[in-house]
């Protein structure tokens, strides 16, 4: 698929299969589509699946062929600084030449200096005067990590067909159910990325795209007996179900959260999954983490099932399961991997000498600098805090990422070996808890990785801006002292 178009008729044939993989339970045994290809490819966020569309994959896979790839600079290795496109993160940038016979070969870690490993600006001006703040704006890594090949089209940098593919797709597919409309429905945060079971996203993506056997979908795809609810008589619909029903009205009051997700008599799903989605959840029911809305939902539908059967499930004991099935998930998501950091989100309690760090950064656009800050500490009290100031920063986020590698790296000199270390820049934790790329900060968040691995206990967590504030205006003091130290 790399290098040829595929005929029509392999796509079709390729398409059904998928198709009837994702739809039915048993081979040979045909089930009802609920949702048409057009929707399933839709990517995620728009509210799809994210399946594949075949054509269109193939035409991004051989568009990727003329792409042009960038690299992110770790050590400067194996980096030409003449024919690799190095100097952006977003557009495929080389030095203008022509390089000299005696500089036509010199790699970009030439350009470092081996003890500050920063970089050299005598030997840049000497070569190309006009591209030291460009250059001094990518921070290369201290710990040796190597470079990587990036993709100029993504945040990420991760080299991905994806983003090519989405452009070719999204002219074919406009969603065509009721539907939220796309603009204030996050599907990103309120179903994919919620702090629940893969079950429960893809049950919640069959609530609102109307594809559960619901009686209301049953009844208009033809089903004649179908349509009214089994224990009151109206007619069944996702709303009914799940908000409405007097048996489903029962178990969200009987439930411990500090806001009811049933606001009212004719909320919308979405609006109760909204409203779920902010709803604490209080003790003692030991849900630490994660919304316990889809967990109920769940159990609602299961026991809508056992009472076609003539099964009746209390609505105590559906609370009871939707608790039970939430917290096991949970707890089963506490893990520590081999080096015994742990990136688990729930955790109970930290170990007894583990060190609290707060670390925040100050960016000023005109300066395009930033001030770090850190503050260390035990037991609630600052045992060490420190700051500096960094040139040639291009956003606030290589800033923050600049901030946290640098309280590491003070936390692994003063001899810590549990740290607990906070920020308020969310797309910084999600980075180095997930291992997710940044190609922007790609030196940096390897050097990040390297310093985690010196430590027995790292803890990353997001903390608000409030709470960190200490570490707030304190950067912003490093940053409105040090600007004659540029
Ligand atoms: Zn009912």
Redesign the pocket.
């Known amino acids: 698929m790399t290098c040829f178009k595929l005929p029509k008729s392999l796509y079709k044939r390729i398409q059904s299969a998928l198709t009837r993989f994702w739809w039915d339970s048993k081979h040979g045994i045909k089930k009802m589509c609920w949702v048409t290809w057009n929707q399933l490819t839709c990517s995620k966020k728009d509210g799809g699946l994210g399946f594949g569309d075949i054509e269109s994959f193939n035409d991004a896979l051989l568009a990727k062929i003329s792409w042009n790839l960038g690299k992110a600079i770790g050590n400067g290795e194996s980096t030409n600084i003449w024919y690799d496109s190095w100097l952006s993160s977003t557009e495929p940038l080389t030095p203008t030449g022509p390089p000299t016979e005696a500089s036509k070969d010199l790699k970009v870690s030439d350009l470092i200096e081996e003890q500050s490993k920063d970089w050299n600006t005598d030997k840049i001006n000497e070569l190309f005067p006009d591209l030291l703040s460009t250059i001094k704006a990518i921070k290369p890594s201290k710990t040796l990590v190597c470079d990587s090949h990036i993709w100029l089209a993504t945040k990420s940098g991760n080299y991905s067909t994806k983003t090519g593919y989405h452009l070719s797709v999204i002219d074919k597919a406009r969603p065509t159910t009721r539907e939220p409309n796309s603009t204030s429905f996050c599907w990103n945060s309120l179903v994919w990325q919620g702090n629940f079971s893969p079950k429960m996203k893809t049950f919640l993506w069959k609530i609102i795209k109307g594809a559960l056997p619901t009686g209301e979908n049953l009844s208009k795809r033809g089903f004649q007996a179908a349509g009214p609810?089994?224990?009151?008589?109206?007619m069944?619909t996702a709303e009914?179900?799940f908000l409405?029903?007097?048996?489903?009205k029962k178990i969200w009051d009987l439930l411990p959260f500090s806001m009811n997700p049933r606001i009212s008599d004719r909320q919308s799903f979405i609006a109760g999954l909204q409203a779920g989605h902010r709803a604490v959840c209080l003790p003692p029911t030991g849900i630490t983490s994660g919304p316990l809305f889809p967990w109920v939902c769940w159990q609602i539908w299961r026991a809508c099932n056992a009472l076609s059967f003539e099964i009746r499930i209390s609505e105590e004991e559906t609370m009871i399961k939707a608790i039970v099935s939430a917290r096991d998930w949970q707890t089963a998501q506490i893990k520590v991997d081999t080096k015994g950091s742990t990136s688990g989100k729930v955790l109970h309690s930290l170990p007894t000498d583990t060190v609290e760090i707060f670390s925040d950064a100050a960016w000023k656009e005109d300066l395009r600098a930033s001030g770090s800050e850190w503050i260390i500490n035990r037991n609630s009290s600052t045992i060490h805090q420190g700051s500096d100031f960094n040139g040639n920063v291009s956003s606030p986020l290589v800033g923050e990422a600049l901030a946290v590698r640098s309280a590491l790296e003070h936390a692994a000199r003063l001899g810590f070996t549990k740290i607990s270390l906070k920020s308020d820049c969310q797309t910084l934790i999600n980075a180095i808890t997930r291992k997710e790329s940044i190609k922007e900060c790609f030196g940096i968040l390897g050097d990040i990785e390297n310093l985690i691995s010196q430590f027995q206990f790292v803890f990353f967590s997001l903390v608000s801006r409030t709470a960190n504030s200490l570490a707030v205006s304190l950067a912003k003091n490093a940053l409105a002292c040090t600007p004659t130290s540029l």
Request: proline residues 0%.
């Open positions: 609810c089994l224990r009151c008589g109206e069944e009914h179900l409405h029903c007097s048996y489903t």
